[in-house]
């Protein structure tokens, strides 16, 4: 029997975080069986250095997003969009991550549901997924994806921490969910949402360097750290935890469209 692999679909692998042992954090999660991660970008200057990793021979295979955060959307200019357009045409394999952030508000919410459009149609225009980021931002979120051009097997809730109300929204209109460790933390109404997304439409992440998951609570997290949100997936859904290792993975490489070295 071969030991399970498995699909980070979202980390910054790229963040400043790793920049002192990142080779030891990619083989550690090649230890754990981490056979695929997504890089997410946060700016256009972020994705180019998600980018520069995606250049080096590297196993787990790598990928890369380009795409303006709603933190970020202050800055969202032509400029922004031809750099990210850039990005698209240099292999960026989602736009992302977009969204809305009114928890924090760190741009005018104006600004970033222009910001939000105008990604979710150059992701049209590229026939690339979108990973969106949304909080305290619900009816706007759907209303944005709603209104654009956007296919619904193109578009993930990421770290997935909305209401069941949101939940069933996306799951009624076929987007994915990816749920990150959060799942394993006791005050997250885990339980209760993960069994209702489709077995296909579900995704695992860590999101690294945040929200690492029990027992790593607190501390750095990395992609190796995605075998637990896998297992507690798994239990909150009384399935197999090698299967939904490899269910995940597979929904990965069709989520982004990838080709498989296996
Ligand atoms: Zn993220």
Same mark, same amino acid.
């Given at each position: 029997m071969t030991a399970p692999a498995y699909f980070d679909t979202h980390c910054h692998l790229q963040d400043p975080a790793f920049s002192d042992d990142r080779a030891a954090v990619l083989a550690r999660a090649r230890a754990a069986g981490v056979s695929e991660i997504v890089a997410i970008a946060s700016s256009p200057a972020d994705a180019e250095e998600a980018r520069a990793l995606t250049g080096e021979a590297t196993d787990p295979m790598l990928w890369f997003t380009a795409g303006l955060h709603p933190h970020e959307a202050s800055v969202w200019e032509p400029a922004t969009k031809q750099a990210i357009e850039r990005l698209l045409d240099a292999g960026a394999v989602a736009v992302g991550e977009i969204g809305l952030d !009114?928890? !924090?508000?760190?741009?005018?919410r104006e600004m970033q549901r222009r910001a939000f459009a105008e990604q979710l149609a150059l992701a049209c225009k590229w026939d690339l997924p979108v990973i969106v980021h949304s909080r305290d931002a619900e009816d706007d979120t759907l209303a944005a994806l709603a209104e654009s051009d956007i296919a619904p097997n193109r578009v993930v809730l990421h770290c997935f921490s909305s209401s069941k109300r949101m939940l069933d929204c996306g799951v009624e209109r076929g987007y994915y969910v990816s749920f990150s460790g959060m799942i394993t933390f006791r005050s997250f109404p885990a339980a209760e949402l993960v069994p209702r997304v489709p077995e296909e439409r579900l995704l695992a992440e860590t999101d690294a360097p945040y929200l690492a998951p029990i027992p790593h609570r607190g501390q750095r997290n990395e992609p190796a750290y995605v075998v637990e949100t896998v297992v507690a997936l798994a239990e909150l859904r009384g399935a197999d935890a090698g299967h939904m290792a490899d269910r995940t993975r597979r929904n990965g490489f069709a989520f982004y469209r990838l080709a498989r070295r296996d």
């Open positions: !009114y928890h !924090y508000d760190n741009s005018p």
